[in-house]
């Protein structure tokens, strides 16, 4: 069951961006696995992916003090004797199970100066202590950008607003202009894609105006975005049917006209 957990959560990692990456002490091999750089919304959650390996097996299931750090400030531990600065304390976590090799933290309420870099570091009782020093994590921090939108107009409006982020404990909350049945899926790539998708039958006072998607993310930042709402005018298919038909029938009929 471990070996099993592990495989899963490394692929989870590897799409998420990590690399297994390899640090060296003298006549040992450690492996650890994050990624270099991570972009994450100002006010909402980071989750960091972390595995690690080292080359003793043994003691898998032995209390394992591990913290992470940003030059000598500890940001993050599972051991109250590492003391994290208070400028973290209260919104990061080890989520990872250490004894299992996931070293995953979590970082709430992301402000522009988390920009880090960040690394980790683990102590195996009778073994040894060692410092991912040179396999760091850096947090790119930005502002909220428009959603993606698309729209297609048929019998029913279907409509979707997509936006992108890395914290799934605390997912973006999506509202619409227009009332319908709302949907909404997550799928993991590069970060979490989330899409919220509208389904209405429109009206005719419908047409011609805005279709707003607003995208709230942790109760602090929003974003909207917006497209019009065109009716397909199907008549027009059947008068460039025509027109068509016409030229062919009548050649010289469309040449007066076009003169």
């Known amino acids: 069951p471990v070996r099993s957990e592990n495989v899963h959560k490394e692929?989870?990692?590897?799409q998420t961006g990590g690399?297994?990456?390899?640090?060296?002490?003298?006549?040992?091999k450690w492996l650890i696995s994050v990624p270099p750089i991570i972009s994450v919304l100002e006010s909402t959650c980071v989750v960091i992916p972390c595995m690690y390996d080292y080359p003793k097996r043994g003691h898998l299931w032995e209390k394992r003090p591990a913290y992470w750090r940003r030059g000598d400030e500890i940001v993050a531990s599972n051991d109250p004797k590492f003391k994290v600065v208070q400028e973290y304390n209260g919104r990061s976590a080890i989520t990872g199970t250490i004894e299992r090799s996931i070293c995953t933290w979590q970082l709430d309420d992301v402000r522009e100066t988390d920009s880090g870099p960040f690394y980790f570091t683990i102590e195996i009782p009778k073994f040894t202590k060692f410092?991912?020093?040179?396999?760091?994590?850096?947090?790119?921090v930005f502002l909220p950008e428009p959603p993606v939108m698309t729209i297609e107009v048929s019998n029913k409006v279907t409509a979707t607003c997509t936006v992108t982020h890395v914290c799934p404990t605390s997912p973006p909350k999506f509202s619409w202009s227009h009332p319908g049945m709302t949907e909404t899926s997550t799928k993991l790539g590069n970060g979490w894609?989330?899409?919220?998708?509208?389904?209405?039958?429109?009206?005719?006072?419908d047409f011609n105006k805005p279709l707003n998607c607003k995208v709230?993310?942790?109760?602090?930042?929003?974003?909207?975005?917006?497209m019009l709402l065109v009716k397909k005018m199907e008549e027009f298919k059947h008068l460039r049917i025509l027109f068509i038909v016409g030229v062919h029938l009548f050649p010289s009929l469309f040449t007066t006209l076009v003169r």
């Open 131 to 140: 410092v991912f020093s040179k396999d760091t994590v850096a947090l790119n």
């Open 11 to 14: 692929k989870k990692l590897m």
């Open 216 to 226: 709230n993310f942790n109760d602090k930042k929003t974003t909207e975005g917006s």
């Open 19 to 28: 690399q297994m990456v390899e640090s060296m002490d003298p006549g040992q």
């Open 193 to 205: 894609l989330t899409t919220s998708t509208l389904t209405f039958t429109p009206e005719e006072a």
